[in-house]
């Protein structure tokens, strides 16, 4: 089955302990993306990856960092998690410029204390 | 600055009562416009692209439209499973993966 699977689905944590979120596909996409998701803000896209080796910030790309050191793994670390970083995070990817229907996995909630 | 609204923020209607949820956005250098789908606790699902202004497409209930300064998602004749928070994207830039997502329509439909 296509799938874009996140772990954890749920994490609580307290404030400066690093953290890092998984995010695999099994589809041979190049293109992969984190977002998070904000009550009244949407989602909003943090950092994404045209392809191993090659990433780029979105709009709110401060205080993540990302790696994309094969193309089925995306992961998300947050090296010093802030309350503000308490937030519902996506990944998703999609496999090409031309073909861009998205693939979303199921979510992380994350919680910084 | 790039801006995604949508409008109602959330939509309550009885079923088979069809209504229209609307995108507007100001972004430069658009290369797509696409509609999502929401359930609660769930990510997003991939409903429609929209690359021209006059472009449409369907998918069962659900008709996209799209014009130079927004989107409109039409609904006809709701059934309680349409229920889902309705999400907007653009697509911009040079190259693709670069989206910014309004804040969703809540529709509920009721029996």
């Known amino acids: 089955e296509a799938q874009v699977t996140q772990n954890p689905r749920y994490l609580i944590t307290v404030t400066g302990k690093k953290l890092t979120v998984t995010c695999s596909q099994n589809?041979?996409?190049?293109?992969m993306s984190w977002y998070r998701q904000d009550p009244g803000l949407g989602l909003r896209q943090i950092y994404y990856s045209m392809n191993v080796e090659v990433t780029d910030k979105g709009d709110v790309p401060e205080g993540y960092k990302v790696s994309r050191k094969e193309k089925r793994n995306f992961p998300l670390i947050l090296e010093s998690p802030s309350p503000n970083q308490t937030s519902l995070y996506f990944c998703?990817?999609?496999?090409?410029?031309?073909?861009?229907?998205?693939?979303f996995g199921q979510g992380t909630r994350l919680t910084v204390v | 600055e790039d801006q995604v609204t949508q409008s109602p923020e959330a939509l309550r209607l009885q079923e088979g009562e069809s209504s229209s949820l609307n995108c507007s956005y100001t972004v430069s250098g658009l290369r797509g416009l696409f509609w999502y789908r929401q359930d609660p606790g769930k990510g997003p699902e991939f409903l429609f692209t929209?690359?021209?202004a006059g472009e449409e497409k369907e998918k069962e209930r659900l008709k996209a439209t799209l014009t130079k300064k927004e989107s409109f998602l039409h609904i006809t004749a709701p059934k309680p499973e349409d229920s889902a928070t309705y999400l907007c994207a653009v697509q911009r830039g040079d190259y693709g993966q670069n989206f910014v997502f309004g804040p969703g329509t809540r529709l509920s439909v009721l029996p």
């Open positions: 929209l690359y021209s």
């Open positions: 998703a990817s999609s496999a090409g410029d031309t073909t861009t229907e998205a693939f």
């Open positions: 589809m041979n996409h190049e293109y």
